[in-house]
């Protein structure tokens, strides 16, 4: 299965809403999963500040465990 990655906006109504260069990627005719994905701002806040945790310096106590690479 090949998978198309594109964001949209949802406007309210029944509709959703394919931009025509990722549509012409897509095949004319068969079956198609379909899976929407949204916009979770206190998820995006987490992720962003488990990202900013991750890139940090070790701290002291953790310098030891360099020595083992």
Same mark, same amino acid.
């Given at each position: 299965?090949?998978?198309?990655?594109?964001?949209?906006? !949802? *406007?309210?109504? /029944?509709?959703? =809403?394919?931009?025509?260069?990722?549509?012409?990627?897509?095949?004319?005719?068969?079956?198609?999963?379909?899976?929407? !994905? *949204?916009?979770? /701002?206190?998820? =995006?806040?987490?992720?962003?500040?488990?990202?900013?945790?991750?890139?940090?310096?070790?701290?002291?106590?953790?310098?030891?465990?360099?020595?083992?690479?």
């Amino acid at each position: 299965m090949n998978s198309i990655e594109f964001t949209t906006e !949802l *406007t309210g109504s /029944s509709v959703l =809403n394919i931009p025509n260069n990722i549509a012409s990627q897509m095949p004319k005719s068969g079956r198609v999963r379909v899976i929407v !994905l *949204t916009d979770d /701002s206190d998820d =995006n806040e987490w992720q962003l500040g488990s990202y900013e945790q991750f890139l940090r310096d070790d701290s002291e106590e953790d310098a030891i465990y360099e020595s083992l690479r």
